[in-house]
C-alpha cells in the first residue's frame, strides 16, 4: 500500500511518501489511521485529530469505513485551501 | 472542456479568446481570476503545493458537473502551483454559453467547487515564519449552497 501526505500533515510525519504493508486488521481508513497512529510520536501528533485529516483512495474522496486494499494509494491531508 | 495544472503564469486574454474562437453559437463567457492578496501586517509570499494526479482528476469532474448543470459551450479551469507573490494570478475559471445565466451561474459554481475539493494547499510566508493556510467554514457554506435539493 502507497501512502501519500500533504501539507502539514507531510512536514509533521516528516515523509511525502512511502510504502507500507498494515498489518491484517487493517481493513478499512479508519483503522489504517489507528494504526499509523502507533508508529512513533510524529504519526500521533500529525493523526491526533481524525476529524481535520482528509483520506483520498486512489484519488478519490472517501470517508472512514471506506475499506482497503493492498494495492491501494491512500493520501492524507488537510482541508484544502486552493483557488 | 479543459483543465491545466501548471506553474507558469497565464495570459487572460489569450486563454479568454480561444474559448470561444470558432464557435459563433456562444453568446456570452463569464471569467473568474483568483489572485495572491496581501494579508494582514503586509505583503505575504505564498508556495501552492498541490496532489499531482488527483488534482487534475477532481478537477475534470467538477468541470464535468457543470457541464451537467448548465448548457456550455466551452469551460476552461487552469490553477498554477509553485511559489506565488501578492498579484500573482492563481487561478483562471471561464465558462461560455449561449446565455448569461448559465455562463454566470457555472462559473460560481465552479470556483466554489474547486475551493473546497481541487488538493491545493497554501503555505504562507510571514514574519514568524511559514505557516499552512487554515481552510474557512465560509468557503464550505459557499460550496453546500450548490448542492442539489
Known sequence: ?83 | MAIRVQADDFDIGAELAALTEGDASIGGVTSFIGLVREMGSGPSAMTLEHYPGMTERQLAEIEAEANRRWPLQASLIIHRYGRLEPGDRIVLVATASKHREAAFESCHFLIDWLKTRAPFWKLEETAEGSQWVEAKDSDDAAADKWQQR
Request: no cysteine; net charge neutral.
Open chain 1, 1 to 83: 500500500m502507497k501512502l501519500l501526505y500533504f501539507a502539514w500533515l507531510r512536514t509533521k510525519i516528516g515523509v511525502s511518501q512511502e510504502d507500507v504493508a498494515p498489518p491484517a486488521e487493517v481493513r478499512d481508513v479508519a483503522s489504517l489511521i489507528g494504526w499509523l497512529q502507533t508508529r512513533g510520536p510524529n504519526f500521533a501528533d500529525a493523526l491526533k485529530n481524525p476529524s481535520v485529516v482528509r483520506v483520498a483512495v486512489n484519488q478519490e474522496y472517501v470517508r472512514p469505513g471506506h475499506p482497503l486494499a493492498a494495492g491501494d494509494e491512500v493520501a492524507l491531508f488537510p482541508p484544502v485551501t486552493g483557488g
